[in-house]
């Protein structure tokens, strides 16, 4: 699955998808403790990596945060500009973030690389990781799965990880992993969310 297919897929798809989960009223009440639990503990600039319509990069900004949200999808941006007028929104993708080196404190990935291939997922957690400061915090929402495989999300194809297995990715990219969750709610797909810090050094 190519960032192209995943963009026109989402573009196409944009409004509706907006419609049903660009609010908070459609976040389930352990996420948004989850999230505001860990930006309360990130001092400095954050980005809201697959921002989507904004709603996340809107709730950070209402904690109190310094946060710009980036998608992929041009039409998001425009939809979360519109929604959201007091906050920062751009086009970038998630292996080019468009900051300098260590220069951000907090990078949320909330279910932003679920599209992306198992080959890929490494060269994203490593732009994640360039752009941390030493000690900076990465919050990553999944779908949890006993193993990486496909499975046909209804926008376009996505991909199950179990957290073992991202945390290894994580760790290859420079992270040590601080915390991790998993929950399974009523007829919902597995959910898992990993909090990792970037270690300190030349990685």
């Not at 926008?155 to 991202?166: G, L, P």
């Not at 601080?178 to 030349?202: F, K, L, M, W, Y």
């Amino acid at each position: 699955m190519s960032v192209d297919d995943v963009r026109d897929a989402y573009g196409r798809r944009a409004e509706e998808y907006t419609d049903l989960f660009g609010s908070q009223e459609a976040v389930h009440e352990l996420d948004r403790e989850l999230v505001s639990r860990w930006a309360g503990e990130v001092s400095g600039r954050m980005i809201d990596a697959g921002c989507g319509p904004g709603q996340w990069t809107d709730f950070l900004r209402r904690q109190g945060c310094d946060v710009e949200g980036v998608d992929l999808v041009p039409r998001f941006v425009g939809i979360a500009r519109s929604r959201f007028p007091g906050n920062s929104f751009r086009v970038a993708e998630l292996d080019d973030l468009g900051v300098p080196d260590r220069s951000v404190a907090g990078i949320l990935s909330w279910y932003s690389i679920i599209h992306t291939g198992p080959d890929d997922v490494p060269r994203i957690l490593g732009e994640f990781a360039r752009c941390l400061c030493d000690g900076g915090s990465l919050l990553l929402g999944m779908f949890e799965g006993a193993r990486v495989e496909p499975f046909p999300h209804a926008v376009t194809t996505a991909y199950f990880w179990s957290v073992e297995e991202m945390s290894r990715r994580l760790v290859d990219a420079g992270f040590r992993v601080e915390a991790t969750e998993s929950r399974v709610d009523p007829g919902q797909r597995p959910h898992a969310a990993i909090v990792a810090r970037r270690v300190g050094g030349n990685r």
